[in-house]
């Protein structure tokens, strides 16, 4: 039951349905869950991610690090809450959820605050590469904390930021086009494709142009490490799934009651925090 019961309530089952769930899943003799079993787990829940959120990190090294920040309403709140997260990729393949803050939207100082808190805790060899939307406050917390890490734009993001500033008539092509870019088989190819998209359209849509050349010198370092990593790492795609219980969760409960709620649902619901993940 300790183990079903953080599902139920991450698949959006409130603790008012809980009987009705566990009556279905053990039949219609399961007794009413009381109150004070639902107490003890999430005190027990919230002391996990405190101890999880302290440990120490000087035996860790993470060959790469992605990095977003998401955005939540809160209902007992006027402001929206950013959750700053970052993921990692150990040098055997494994995915970890690295760090977790409640920040101010996504600020310099915010990142600024999660990745010297990293360093505090014992992690000191900087990520060979780190990938991230076009925050600048990630990049330049990035810089200060770790120098020598490159960086690598996330090219979904990009994407979506350059065909914005299209005509939905010519998205389509574009889109495609962007594609032979980002798909290219070599860092030689994928710099032709670039120069032909670019060439193609900065006469008809330069501000979308422009938006994409801005960041050709972050948009290829994938190109610099194993090809079987490549999918990987040009987009944060790691961190959007798998949290997908989370937006689950907050969707069936219409956003969350409190800052600290929310904050406890992400570090709890990642499987890169409970178990040894997939291969990057």
Request: aromatic content about 8%; hydrophobic content about 40%; proline content about 4%.
């Amino acid at each position: 039951m300790d183990e079903l019961l953080p599902w139920l309530y991450l698949l959006g089952i409130s603790t008012g349905d809980f009987q009705q769930a566990l009556q279905t899943l053990v039949g219609p003799d399961a007794k009413r869950l009381p109150v004070a079993t639902v107490t003890r787990l999430t005190t027990a829940w919230t002391e996990e991610e405190e101890a999880w959120s302290r440990c120490d990190l000087r035996d860790k090294a993470y060959v790469y690090v992605w990095a977003d920040g998401i955005h939540f309403n809160v209902r007992l709140e006027e402001d929206r809450q950013c959750i700053l997260v970052l993921m990692g990729a150990t040098k055997d393949g494994r995915k970890e959820l690295v760090g977790l803050l409640d920040g101010y939207r996504e600020s310099e100082q915010s990142w600024h605050e999660l990745l010297t808190g990293l360093k505090a805790r014992g992690l000191k060899i900087a990520p060979h590469l780190a990938i991230g939307d076009g925050a600048l406050g990630f990049r330049a917390a990035l810089r200060k904390v770790f120098p020598t890490t490159r960086e690598q734009r996330c090219w979904v993001h990009k994407t979506g930021n350059v065909l914005n500033k299209m005509p939905r008539s010519v998205q389509s092509k574009a889109k495609a086009d962007r594609h032979e870019i980002w798909m290219a088989e070599t860092r030689a190819n994928a710099e032709k494709a670039f120069d032909t998209f670019v060439e193609e359209y900065d006469a008809r849509d330069p501000k979308a142009v422009a938006c994409l050349v801005k960041d050709r010198d972050v948009l290829p370092s994938f190109h610099d490490f194993p090809a079987e990593h490549w999918q990987h790492l040009r987009t944060t795609n790691s961190i959007e799934s798998s949290f997908a219980t989370v937006r689950l969760r907050h969707r069936r409960a219409k956003g969350s009651g409190s800052r600290r709620a929310l904050a406890w649902r992400w570090s709890s619901s990642s499987p890169c925090a409970r178990k040894r993940p997939g291969d990057a």
